[in-house]
């Protein structure tokens, strides 16, 4: 399977094989697992494909490296071919290998797949492939399309109405681009779910996950529908539905330059990955509820005896990832009813703490090469505590190391600050702790069902938050010339504060405090001064003895003069009086609440940051995996 991959594709006079290299290089941000290439010439594909980034492909091309696949090579004429596609892939299932890279083939080799997202139902179409004859190769997903349109193909249709049909028999959400020896100047691509955009040239057309990978050659664009089917030729562009009636198209205008387009149009990688954050929210969801309504982590490698003789639970984790370890805490014993404790990990082997073979430790990293979080892994394997792993990057040391894995497919993340992976991991962790209750019986199934679909939810509550966001990057300007900003929370935001004050340390380079708001007297209050801006986040009005406490820390600082800027849900009108600022977002369930209560306070790091002339994506003296203790 691959998530968040880079795709191109290309029909035209020019060299396919030239066209679709250069595109994967704009694209290679989207995944640097394999990368792989399908050019059409002669009346054969020539299919190479290699693991490591793109610079192992372009050596298989140029004959530097030892075959691996086909090389790619002119027709019998001389002539490239002239149509193709290509790939570079963010692995999430199967190992990031020359066996799983894409193009996938079928067993003839005259079709070519390239793949974007997830296809629930593959393990049922792999099964009946083979029991058809089909010999399948490779780990993924991707491979049974390609058979699958070699079935539709030995029919007699073309490449066009098989992907139709394949495509309705599909589950998930996918990308899907297929070359066909057949028919050499046709590329066809299918969309579900996952973004495909069309670019139109003169006598030439092009297809790729973003517009970054053509923006050299046109500006002139076609966004893809839901359930669409793309046909491109070099005389033009033909779109369908999977039902194969024609599809009305809108086509625009693309007016970012290159680098910008790499970035989705935005002026920083890190305002592109919290943009991304509702599809990254809804992918790590994608896939985990089975047919029966229950939840299904086809990563879980504990059995469910193993997960019911857990008495305790440690999470383990650093930095931003310890403030979503500290969320879980509140989730998993609300839920399951275990004692959760949240360590440092890079204190926790230190401490000598009690584990045993009843400890499930759960060591949350969005690298997978966090080397404190490593070796906490290591000394809990050592004393036989079953450890489970959350991740974002596919075959990296952490989940290779744990019994079992979650992976959050939140796609790559190119900001040193973390943000897309911060929302993955709190909802992988929502759905360890609801997996353990159901396993374990502390929540009905029916409960366990309305929680999972309260979360499905979420994706657009994030979206909510971020079309109304504007106020909150000209608050952040307006703050600019502070020294200090204060983060106060109670329950869970309290975390939520935590990771507000870190975000500000990372990127603006200010002093930044996150404290339980019910700590206030007891220390910090010592700190509130005339003007000093605290910013609030208000609990739920579904926990009103939490939210009636919180009201009254509003009034004891702003009492002092601290000047309130309240994060509150919509509808409430207690903290009206005592809000300097006031920003709303959606109301949502306490537990849920961080989802969209952390998406104001890195718009606000990352505005306030710029402001200050600040590079957001490389702040000073950080890198975005720590692999030494």
Same mark, same amino acid.
């Given at each position: 399977m691959a998530r968040m991959c880079g795709i191109v594709g290309y029909v035209g006079s020019q060299s396919a094989l030239d066209v679709v290299v250069e595109g994967l290089a704009r694209l290679e941000?989207?995944?640097?697992? +394999?990368?792989g290439t399908a050019v059409s010439a002669d009346g054969k594909l020539t299919v190479t494909k290699r693991a490591g980034k793109l610079a192992n492909l372009r050596e298989a091309l140029a004959g530097t490296l030892p075959p691996g696949g086909a090389d790619d090579s002119p027709g019998e004429d001389g002539t490239p071919g002239r149509s193709g596609i290509g790939h570079t892939r963010w692995a999430t299932h199967g190992a990031p290998n020359d066996r799983n890279a894409h193009p996938h083939t079928d067993?003839?080799?005259?079709?070519? /797949?390239? =793949?974007?997202?997830?296809i629930e139902n593959f393990a049922t179409l792999r099964l009946e492939l083979e029991r058809r004859g089909h010999d399948l190769s490779s780990d993924t997903d991707t491979e049974a399309v390609a058979h699958l349109l070699e079935e539709e193909l030995a029919k007699g249709v073309g490449l066009a109405d098989a992907m139709r049909r394949v495509c309705v028999r599909l589950d998930g959400a996918f990308t899907l681009v297929a070359v066909y020896s057949g028919e050499p100047d046709l590329v066809v691509g299918a969309r579900r779910n996952s973004p495909l955009v069309v670019g139109v040239g003169e006598g030439e057309n092009f297809l790729a996950s973003d517009v970054s990978a053509f923006i050299a050659h046109t500006r002139d664009a076609i966004e893809l529908g839901q359930d669409q089917? /793309?046909?491109l030729r070099p005389t033009g562009v033909r779109v369908t539905e999977f039902d194969g009636t024609p599809a009305a198209v809108t086509e625009y205008h /693309?007016?970012?330059d290159? +680098? !910008?387009a790499e970035k989705g149009g935005h002026d920083y990688f890190m305002l592109k990955e919290i943009a991304e954050q509702p599809t990254a929210v809804a992918d790590t969801l994608l896939g985990r509820i089975g047919a029966d309504g229950r939840l299904s982590l086809d990563e879980m490698r504990l059995t469910d005896d193993e997960l019911r003789d857990i008495d305790k639970i440690i999470i383990v984790a650093c930095g931003t990832a310890y403030h979503a370890g500290m969320i879980a805490k509140y989730a998993i014993e609300h839920w399951t009813q275990l004692p959760c404790e949240v360590e440092l990990a890079s204190e926790f082997r230190y401490r000598d703490p009690i584990l045993t073979r009843s400890t499930l430790v759960i060591a949350i990293s969005q690298s997978g090469e966090t080397m404190d979080t490593l070796m906490a892994v290591r000394h809990a394997r050592e004393q036989r505590a079953s450890v489970l792993g959350i991740c974002n990057v596919n075959g990296s040391t952490i989940p290779r190391e744990c019994d079992g894995v979650l992976y959050t497919h939140a796609g790559p993340e190119i900001a040193v600050a973390s943000t897309k992976a911060f929302l993955t991991q709190l909802v992988a962790v929502y759905l360890i702790a609801l997996y353990l209750a159901q396993v374990r019986g502390t929540k009905w199934g029916d409960e366990v069902f309305a929680m999972v679909q309260l979360l499905g939810t979420m994706p657009q509550k994030v979206e909510q938050v971020l079309e109304t966001i504007e106020p909150v990057r000209e608050l952040a300007r307006s703050l600019a010339g502070e020294r200090c900003v204060l983060f106060l929370g109670r329950h869970v935001g309290f975390p939520v504060a935590l990771e507000g004050a870190l975000? $500000?340390?990372? $990127? !603006?380079?200010? =002093?930044?405090?996150g404290f339980a708001a019910g700590e206030l007297k007891h220390g910090p209050i010592a700190l509130i001064e005339q003007g000093l801006p605290v910013v609030v986040i208000v609990p739920s009005r579904a926990r009103p003895i939490l939210h009636d406490k919180i009201v009254s820390n509003i009034q004891e600082i702003r009492a002092r003069g601290a000047r309130t800027i309240v994060i509150a849900e919509e509808g409430d009108e207690? /903290?009206?009086p005592y809000a300097d600022t006031l920003i709303r977002v959606p109301a949502v369930p306490t537990l849920l609440q961080p989802l969209v209560a952390t998406v104001p306070l890195q718009v606000f790091a990352c505005e306030l940051a710029t402001a200050k002339g600040h590079d957001v994506d490389q702040p000073r003296n950080l890198a975005k995996s720590v692999t030494v203790e």
């Open positions: 941000y989207r995944g640097y697992d +394999s990368a067993c003839t080799g005259a079709v070519a /797949v390239v =793949h974007n997202g997830i089917v /793309v046909e /693309v007016d970012w290159v +680098s !910008a975000k $500000l340390k990372e $990127l !603006a380079y200010m =002093h930044a405090e207690a /903290v009206v």
